[in-house]
C-alpha cells in the first residue's frame, strides 16, 4: 500500500479542463473601478487548491482602477498593449509580457494601445471571491457622495 500522500499532493483538488467561451463575462463601468471585462476560468464555480485564473480584456481606453489585495498576483499578456503601474512605478506591457504583483501591492493597469488588451491573470487564492479588492479612490468617491454642499 503506497504511503497516505501529505503537504502540496493531499491537497490537489480533481483536475479542471475549462473553455473560455463556456464561462459568462462579467463587467465592471464606474468611476472607481474603472472599466474591464473579466472572466474568471478556474477557482470560481469549482475552488482549486491555493489559485484561481481568468482572463481581463479591456478595450482601448479602458482602465482598471487603483486597487490592492492581500494575494500576490501575476499577469501575463495575451494581445495589446498597455501600462500597468505597481506601487507608482509604470511598466510597458505587450504580448507574451509576464508581470508579478506582489501581496498587497497597489496597482492598475490602462490600455494605451488602439486594440483590445486581454491579460490571464493567476491569483495565489483557491476562490476568485477570496480576493478582496481594496480600490484606493473608494473612499474619495464615498466622501464625494457623502459631504454635504455649502
Known sequence: MP????????????????????VEPRS??????????????????QPTPGLSSGVAVLESGGWL?????????????????GVLTVEQQEHRLGPGSVAYIPSDSEHSVR????????VFYVFAAARFDEVEYVFTDEECICLLYTTPSP
Open 3 to 22: 504511503p497516505a500522500a501529505s503537504g502540496y499532493r493531499a491537497a490537489m483538488a480533481e483536475p479542471q479542463v475549462v473553455l473560455e467561451s463556456d
Open 28 to 45: 465592471w463601468a464606474d468611476p472607481v473601478r474603472g472599466t474591464v471585462t473579466f472572466q474568471t476560468l478556474t477557482g470560481d464555480a
Open 65 to 81: 482602477g487603483r486597487h490592492r489585495h492581500a494575494p500576490p498576483e501575476t499577469y501575463y499578456v495575451l494581445e495589446g498593449h
Open 111 to 118: 490600455n494605451d494601445g488602439p486594440g483590445r488588451l486581454r
